[in-house]
């Protein structure tokens, strides 16, 4: 079964429409531009959904709470989404993003607790607070090159299993990493001059963090006590753990 209306001008897709839409197999007719909050926020019966090539917007809690939906393909046309736009869809596992993205807004994947990988858009710059908060089957993900701040609780209690983190970050806030417990080691690049607090606190498995250089403020509690910071003889990271009790080992 799918659901398409057919229609020659640009739409927009409201909550108060979202009942001629929702269907099993849904199919949006290419007219349509904005998808409006929460226009199909908790629709379960939709599995999976066919986006309009000149689609625009996906504003916030769209689709937040549809558990049934599994893959999501957004076209390139598609430049901002709304905060929480797919949050909870707990079965979802294939995501493909429009290279026109810049930002990942706050709680966009939170708790999408089937997704396993996730490539970002070359293009990106931000994953904002809580993005996938909670995604704890996400064990790889593939970071833009330009991506440069990371907020709060970004991948709170990720599955992830190793970090690959971009020359171009230069913000990590606070709790970005917290509990993702399948870490082993991470690198810090460079670029990076804000670590907030408890960054990678509650990653149990971690061993090693690295950090090469002198960023302008670390956090408290960044680890756990049982990690061991790699860093250089009098370099700010060598005063920190002096200063917060953490073991050094130095490069």
Not at 13 to 33: F, G, H, I, T
Not at 199 to 218: A, M, Q, S, T, W
Request: charged share 25%; hydrophobic share 40%.
């Amino acid at each position: 079964m799918s659901a398409k209306l057919r229609m020659t001008k640009p739409i927009v897709v409201k909550s108060s429409c979202s009942n001629l839409y929702a269907a099993r197999n849904m199919e949006l007719p290419d007219s349509v531009v904005c998808i409006r909050s929460g226009a199909f926020r908790n629709k379960n019966m939709i599995q999976s959904v066919r986006f309009p090539k000149r689609l625009e917007t996906i504003e916030a809690w769209a689709f937040s709470g549809c558990t049934e939906i599994r893959q999501i393909f957004l076209p390139d046309s598609v430049q901002e989404l709304g905060a929480g736009s797919f949050a909870g869809c707990t079965k979802l596992k294939t995501v493909s993003l429009s290279s026109s993205l810049k930002e990942i807004p706050e709680n966009a994947f939170a708790k999408c607790t089937s997704l396993v990988s996730m490539e970002l858009p070359a293009g990106l710059r931000t994953v904002e607070n809580r993005a996938f908060y909670h995604c704890r089957n996400l064990k790889t993900i593939r970071f833009s090159d330009s991506l440069e701040f990371i907020g709060q609780e970004a991948f709170y209690s990720c599955g992830l299993e190793c970090l690959e983190l971009p020359d171009s970050l230069f913000w990590i806030g606070d709790s970005a990493f917290h509990k993702c417990t399948s870490l082993t080691e991470v690198r810090l690049p460079e670029s990076v001059r804000h670590i907030g607090k408890w960054v990678f606190h509650g990653c149990r498995n971690l061993k090693y963090l690295e950090i090469r250089h002198d960023p302008e403020y670390i956090g408290p509690w960044i680890i756990n006590k049982a990690a061991v910071v790699r860093c250089y003889k009098g370099s700010a990271a060598d005063r920190y753990c002096l200063e917060s009790g953490f073991r050094a080992e130095y490069l």
